[in-house]
């Protein structure tokens, strides 16, 4: 079946815009992540949807980071007044329930804040 | 410190032979742990998941230390194909989000 997709895998943007990077969770999928992973780096944790309780943000690095999910399907991460430390590979994740389900990641989106 | 904390290598090792790959974590509440595999420019899939007895899946085995907060993964046999960066990765308890180390990048030559 088909696994989660982002959009768009590759953005280039100056300092100062907007963005907006999509999620397609896998279907049937309840809980949703959103993870960034800088150059060389580990994934850091950004920001967990579960059906309709509220959102864990507690990774998300500053104010100008949002995400909204509608129900339990697509996803947007939104990047307010993007700053080039903002530059990283996006990953989003969705797994079957809250717990020790597997976590299945989409290709990513490459951010890169000139 | 960080949560999680691996050697990043890189382990270059021929075919064949064993490797091993160690990985501290700092909080001792945390429930589960995974290795995960991520390839260049590729997602993090994961390989398997650490039980507190250890567990085998074909070429590889992972151990789990709760009382020293260590985790291990053995390869066998290394493929050409186990070229990737081997990622530990911990659950705390109490939260969904997974918490990932920097990764330990594995290169195997003919």
């Known amino acids: 079946g088909a696994g989660v997709s982002q959009s768009p895998s590759n953005k280039v943007t100056e300092k100062g815009k907007d963005v907006e990077l999509r999620c397609d969770p896998i279907s049937g999928h309840t809980a949703l992540y959103w993870y960034r992973q800088r150059l060389g780096q580990g994934l850091e944790f950004l920001i967990y949807f579960q059906g309709n309780s509220a959102p864990d943000k507690s990774g998300l690095p500053s104010d100008r980071f949002s995400a909204e999910r509608t129900g339990e399907s697509v996803s947007t991460l939104t990047i307010q007044r993007t700053q080039q430390e903002d530059s990283a590979v996006y990953l989003c994740?969705?797994?079957?329930?809250?717990?020790?389900?597997?976590?299945?990641f989409g290709p990513g989106t490459r951010l890169l804040v000139l | 410190r960080k949560e999680v904390e691996q050697d990043p290598g890189p382990f270059n090792v021929p075919e064949g032979a064993t490797v091993a790959f160690n990985c501290t974590y700092s909080n001792s509440a945390s429930q589960s742990f995974f290795w995960y595999r991520q390839d260049c420019r590729k997602e993090p899939k994961l390989l398997m998941s650490v039980y507190s007895s250890g567990n085998e899946d074909g070429r590889f085995t992972a151990q789990l230390n709760r009382a020293s907060q260590y985790i291990s993964l053995l390869i066998r046999d290394s493929k050409l194909s186990d070229s990737a960066t081997y990622l530990c990765v911990v659950r705390p308890g109490g939260y969904n989000k997974l918490i990932f180390g920097a990764g330990t990048r594995l290169a195997v030559h003919p």
């Open positions: 994740a969705s797994s079957s329930g809250a717990g020790t389900e597997t976590q299945y």
